[in-house]
């Protein structure tokens, strides 16, 4: 109907976030279904056919899957653990063989065209509540890395360094780094900022080393460099380095 496609036209996240203003955000009549999936227990027969006809919804206008991870931020009644919950049994009501992993890019990769802002300002929440399937994730990486601006690094920067989340685990970034070294300049260089505010051992870089080559992997050697240079040489630094 017009009045369901009126609910997902124009921009739902506030020039001016406030609490007031992303109370009012979320006041329109889609939200009060969003609202009942968030709070009906697990257990309660009635979810299921609410989750049912979202899941029909979500066929109809995919929107929907960025609209929810909207709401469990805004929402503040549920844990971590019961957000990722409802976000994970909606995905598996459309289909019980999505993995979480692609379901997230997929969502995201629809709100980061939509509104880059409302995007970055999601990203915290994604890295947090949904560690697993999101850290190590290249594909996700790659569209923060592709739409973010100066600014944008800076306001995730400091909420890494603040603690408020983090994008990169020591034993899953190596992968990320060999599929980084093939996009564009400015995507290498915010990944490696953003790496940069984590406090990641150096020594987990070395293996790197011996697959860049000085005319192919300009970006990655220049920060690897950099970082190097904070460091006290040691025999291992020196083997690497070689």
Same mark, same amino acid.
């Given at each position: 109907?017009?009045?369901?496609k009126?609910?997902?036209?124009?921009?739902?996240?506030?020039?001016?976030?406030?609490?007031?203003?992303?109370?009012?955000?979320?006041?329109?009549?889609?939200?009060?279904?969003?609202?009942?999936?968030?709070?009906?227990?697990?257990?309660?027969p009635?979810?299921?056919?609410l989750?049912?006809?979202?899941?029909?919804?979500?066929?109809l206008?995919?929107?929907?899957?960025?609209?929810?991870?909207?709401?469990?931020?805004?929402?503040?009644? =549920?844990? /971590?653990?019961?957000?990722?919950? !409802?976000?994970?049994? +909606?995905m @598996?009501a459309?289909d019980?063989?999505n993995?979480l992993?692609i379901?997230?890019?997929?969502?995201?990769r629809?709100?980061?065209?939509?509104?880059?802002t409302?995007f970055?300002?999601?990203c915290?929440?994604?890295?947090?509540?949904f560690?697993?399937?999101?850290?190590g994730?290249?594909?996700?990486?790659?569209?923060?890395v592709?739409?973010?601006?100066?600014r944008?690094?800076?306001?995730?920067?400091?909420?890494?360094?603040?603690?408020d989340?983090?994008?990169?685990k020591?034993?899953s970034?190596?992968?990320?780094?060999?599929?980084?070294?093939?996009?564009?300049?400015?995507?290498?260089f915010?990944?490696?900022? =953003?790496? /940069?505010?984590h406090?990641?051992? !150096?020594?987990?870089? +070395?293996? @790197?080393?011996?697959?860049?080559?000085?005319?192919?992997h300009a970006?990655?050697?220049t920060?690897?460099?950099?970082l190097?240079?904070?460091?006290?040489?040691?025999?291992?630094?020196?083997?690497?380095?070689?």
């Amino acid at each position: 109907s017009s009045d369901l496609k009126d609910q997902f036209e124009g921009r739902i996240f506030p020039e001016t976030p406030t609490p007031e203003s992303i109370e009012d955000s979320i006041g329109q009549p889609l939200f009060v279904m969003l609202r009942s999936l968030c709070e009906i227990s697990e257990i309660d027969p009635a979810r299921t056919p609410l989750l049912t006809v979202l899941a029909e919804l979500y066929g109809l206008q995919p929107r929907l899957g960025y609209y929810l991870l909207y709401y469990l931020k805004s929402y503040k009644m =549920l844990d /971590s653990k019961s957000r990722s919950n !409802v976000y994970k049994d +909606l995905m @598996l009501a459309i289909d019980d063989n999505n993995s979480l992993d692609i379901c997230l890019v997929n969502d995201m990769r629809q709100c980061q065209e939509d509104d880059v802002t409302l995007f970055v300002w999601l990203c915290p929440d994604i890295y947090t509540h949904f560690q697993k399937a999101a850290i190590g994730n290249v594909d996700l990486l790659y569209l923060v890395v592709s739409c973010v601006d100066g600014r944008q690094i800076q306001t995730l920067i400091c909420h890494i360094i603040a603690r408020d989340f983090i994008m990169f685990k020591k034993d899953s970034f190596q992968p990320v780094i060999s599929a980084s070294l093939t996009w564009e300049t400015f995507e290498q260089f915010a990944l490696w900022q =953003l790496l /940069s505010g984590h406090d990641l051992p !150096v020594d987990c870089l +070395l293996p @790197l080393l011996p697959k860049l080559s000085y005319d192919s992997h300009a970006e990655a050697l220049t920060h690897i460099m950099i970082l190097l240079k904070r460091e006290k040489p040691t025999a291992e630094i020196g083997r690497a380095s070689c």
